[in-house]
């Protein structure tokens, strides 16, 4: 420590002169106080009380409070304060709920002066008026806070919270009547002194505890506090509503704030847990500290400015059983250690530098590469030289743009505008979907939504022009091709056919057939007409080329199937292949004769280019060999896909609509992670309601639960507009009934809708039949209302 600097500060003839040291206390220190003259300082804890004077070198115990032969609970301390008045004047704060004060002028060893026992939990803070000797605050676990006039036995006020317990309460040093207390909901509330009955003000601070307050030194309104959400938050209270003006994110929660004497913007914290150091922070440059002090082993409890007007000495304490005084001039400091560089893409695709202005000014005059059309645009913030960091931390940001076509996000917002998730049956979302897709040129897409289509939905809807729809011109393979093992067809299920092309000029295919079969002559390569009957999937060799593959109907697929034996032979002989065109009439005039069979009318026919075989499957073979959930593994694979390459909009969609199909194939932790990426995609593309229904519609656990937190209703009485209690309709505080319809006066429990100006309301069918035929409230307070 003989390293560290000695300080000297003036202040108005007395000198404050030091350097950085410590000592080593009997038991870890709750909380500490400095005296007026800041020659003093008294350190509290469960099993320690005592005073030490500030020294140029170090600290020397003046005093120990804890005296008598059996110690008692009232010197176990959660908090302390001396009085900035009287340097004879102390209060503590026992965690057995007893306000004790202490008289130093007393000639005995205990000082010990009144006792108020009040509270019936833990009393968390006490505070003194800054200004009026005899007034002492308290806040306790029990929700209540107690003023206490020192020349009197008993408390003069009781202030109610209605929390559960208050963290911190503190006197306004500007304003006389005024104190702000703290609370473990997360509320702030500002009391009137001479109004016990109701707080003046209340609003939510903190998402969570809030542990500490402190009011600005110089600037009246500013209040700032600190909660277990690691926020430091500043509060403008000069307006009607609190209005947030800063706001510190730290790395754990924060357990005390002080305000730093001569500095504005300049604030200290320390943390209740994992975080040992005391940090200075610029509200103004929130995101890395002004200054840190790093000398504690264990959490800081407490932490005190030595002297109301002198920036440069903090005093702390901590559960490592040290007390500290800390010079600023050897606190360090984090900017020296920051990474001055940043890189950021936008949303659309704009990527932002920020470096050194040295760095990007010299290099600001290059030209751009040929054939790049980013050129980057400056942006110098001008620079305060009155500020800290203006030597440090003064840099310059470049922005390359785009190609604004490259970068529309167009097709993201149209695409989750018109997807269909949920409502229809799943051939309707899918073939929907395809649609949108295709409209959107994204072509794979639209096929991938085809192609669910055919593996999920139920086969037979599938007819032969959708099925031939999503194969498309051109196409050389079938669905599901290769699936089947020729060696598995039993014969009696499928005829077998040998096909050939003809030598002759004519494209026309010849396709000979057994007795059992049916010969088409197909030229143009349409569809038979008028046949809303099912398909047959076919499965085969195909060699061909850019010419078109269509699929005929039957003619009857109710037809009765024979009863099926074991044939002799594993394949049915071929018959031999007659080159005779005079086959060709006969064959026609057989399929064209009224005594065709059933079973020789149920045949499948092409008309392909090259020759391949043929196989026909009947809808009970493809059902009871690839059930749909065959392919969850390559819709799996899909759906990676797609993620990996950012497009989480197709993947989260087809987890919506196949839902049960294919959740369990996808472990909880990816889809969570491609949903809270897709709602925050929409949710920065403003598009909310699509949010909420993708929310709503996850198959995800911990998504569904997103939009069912974190509302909270505030609802204020209609006739003193104070705000309403969750309990019942009546008003605590003028006994009327809250939610009265203008229009019938009559209780609303059912829908109530209120107009937000005057916040008259009442029945929904009410309000919009009076609205009708007049503008005006019908509460008659004059305001003109308007229902949308």
């Not at 400095?34 to 350190?43: E, H, L, P, Y």
């Not at 609509?657 to 929409?682: A, C, F, M, N, P």
């Not at 656990?701 to 974190?710: D, E, F, P, W």
């Not at 019938?744 to 309301?761: I, P």
Request: hydrophobic residues 35%.
């Amino acid at each position: 420590m003989e390293k560290m600097a000695r300080v000297t500060t003036a202040l108005g003839g007395n000198a404050l002169t030091g350097r950085t040291m410590f000592c080593h206390l009997d038991a870890p220190a709750n909380a500490i106080s400095v005296c007026r003259d800041a020659a003093q300082v008294v350190v509290a804890g469960r099993n320690i009380f005592k005073i030490y004077s500030i020294e140029e070198e170090q600290f020397v115990e003046k005093l120990n409070l804890r005296v008598g032969r059996k110690p008692s609970l009232n010197f176990s301390c959660a908090d302390v304060v001396w009085h900035q008045m009287d340097e004879n004047l102390l209060a503590t704060a026992a965690t057995n709920g007893v306000v004790v004060t202490w008289n130093l002028g007393k000639p005995s060893r205990n000082k010990q002066d009144q006792l108020f026992t009040e509270h019936k939990r833990t009393v968390n803070k006490v505070c003194f008026h800054p200004t009026e000797v005899y007034m002492l605050l308290s806040g306790s676990q029990d929700g209540f806070m107690k003023c206490f006039d020192l020349r009197k036995k008993d408390s003069v006020s009781t202030f109610s919270g209605q929390s559960e317990s208050v963290r911190d309460v503190q006197f306004s040093i500007r304003d006389y009547f005024t104190f702000a207390a703290t609370f473990e909901n997360g509320n702030v509330q500002l009391w009137d002194i001479r109004r016990p009955d109701r707080y003046e003000r209340m609003f939510t601070a903190h998402n969570g505890p809030v542990f500490c307050c402190d009011w600005h030194p110089e600037d009246r309104g500013w209040l700032a506090t600190g909660g277990r959400d690691k926020m430091v938050k500043v509060w403008d209270m000069n307006t009607t509503r609190a209005k947030e003006i800063y706001c510190v994110q730290t790395i754990a929660s924060v357990a005390r704030v002080k305000w730093r004497p001569e500095c504005k913007h300049h604030i200290a914290t320390c943390s209740m847990m994992v975080d040992h150091n005391i940090y200075v922070w610029d509200v103004r440059r929130p995101f890395i500290p002004s200054a840190m002090f790093e000398e504690h082993k264990d959490v800081t409890t407490g932490i005190v400015w030595r002297h109301l007007h002198d920036p440069y000495f903090l005093l702390s304490g901590s559960k490592d059983s040290t007390l500290y005084q800390h010079i600023f001039k050897d606190a360090s400091q984090p900017i020296d250690r920051a990474n001055p560089e940043g890189l950021c893409y936008s949303l659309y695709g704009d990527l932002a530098f920020a470096a050194k202005e040295s760095l990007i000014s010299s290099d600001s005059n290059r030209k751009p590469y040929i054939g790049d059309r980013r050129h980057p645009i400056f942006f110098k913030r001008k620079l305060d030289p009155t500020e800290q960091f203006v030597y440090l931390a003064s840099s310059a940001l470049s922005v390359f743009e785009t190609d604004v076509e490259s970068g529309s996000m167009d097709w993201f917002v149209h695409t989750a505008k018109q997807y269909a998730l949920a409502g229809r049956p799943l051939a309707e979302l899918c073939d929907h979907n395809a649609k949108v897709a295709k409209g959107l040129d994204r072509n794979q897409v639209a096929q991938t939504w085809t192609m669910l289509r055919i593996i999920y939905s139920s086969l037979g809807t599938v007819s032969s022009t959708n099925l031939n729809h999503s194969m498309g011109k051109g196409s050389t393979a079938l669905p599901l091709m290769n699936s089947f093992n020729l060696k598995d067809i039993p014969a009696g299920l499928g005829s077998e056919s040998r096909l050939d092309r003809s030598k002759g000029e004519s494209r026309t295919e010849n396709i000979l057939m057994d007795s059992s079969s049916t010969l088409i002559n197909n030229e143009d390569n349409e569809e038979t007409e008028g046949s809303d009957v099912p398909a047959d999937y076919l499965l085969g060799d195909v060699e061909a080329d850019e010419d078109d593959l269509y699929m005929m109907d039957h003619e009857n697929p109710h037809a009765e199937e024979q009863e099926y034996s074991l044939p002799q032979e594993a394949f049915p002989l071929r018959h031999e292949i007659v080159d005779n065109p005079s086959a060709l009439d006969h064959l026609q005039d057989k399929a064209d004769s009224p005594h065709v069979s059933g079973n020789e009318a149920e045949t499948v026919s092409l008309t392909p280019v090259e020759s391949f075989s043929l196989i026909s499957i009947s809808h009970s073979l493809y059902e009871n060999r690839l059930p749909s959930d065959f392919f969850n593994p390559i819709v799996r694979d899909t759906l990676l896909f797609y993620a990996e390459q950012g497009d989480v909009q197709t993947a989260v969609s087809v987890l919506i609509v196949l839902g049960e199909r294919i959740r369990k194939e996808i472990d909880e932790q990816t889809q969570e992670h491609w949903y809270t990426s897709y709602i925050d995609l929409l949710q920065r593309f403003q598009l909310w309601n699509i949010s909420n229904e993708v929310i709503k519609l996850s198959t995800c656990r911990a998504i569904n639960c997103l939009n069912q937190a974190s509302t909270t209703l505030h609802i204020n009485c209609s006739n003193c507009k104070r705000p309403m209690s969750n309990r019942g309709w009546i008003c605590d505080r003028c006994r009327q009934c809250a939610s009265m319809c203008a229009v019938c006066h009559h209780v609303v429990k059912g829908l109530f809708v209120w107009c937000q100006g005057c916040s008259h309301g009442g029945h929904l069918q009410h309000i919009m039949k009076w609205l009708e035929t007049s503008s005006h409230c019908p509460a008659g307070c004059g305001h003109l209302c308007e229902y949308t």
